[in-house]
């Protein structure tokens, strides 16, 4: 089954968090926070202004991204624990480092 979103909407799989600290204590799964990092699955057409222009999305599938704490709802597809969130909610998006190259 596929699942597009409507309008200002984004479908997020969270990111999974590291299950040990610094230390090298384990953490288990009912005491570890959810990480509030997530990759996009699939957006949305855009939202729409009053006067019906289309607003178009800056994100994309496959992005990696930030967003709140206590953001989107909950949801299950194909068995698979998913995030489904207004554009708004996310706060931005991760940019991997370019490698820059060395002068010889």
Partial sequence: ???RPLHDRVVVRRVGSDEKTAGGIIIPDTAQEKPSEGQVVSVGSGGRTEDG???????????????????????????????????????GV???KKKSKKAA
Avoid at 53 to 81: C, H, N, Q
């Fill in 1 to 3: 089954m596929s699942f």
């Fill in 53 to 91: 222009k289309e607003i178009a999305m800056d994100v994309k599938a496959g992005d990696r991204v930030l967003f709140g704490k206590w953001s989107g709802t909950e949801v299950t597809i194909d068995g698979e624990e998913l995030l489904i969130m207004k554009e708004s909610d996310i706060m």
């Fill in 94 to 96: 991760i940019e991997a």
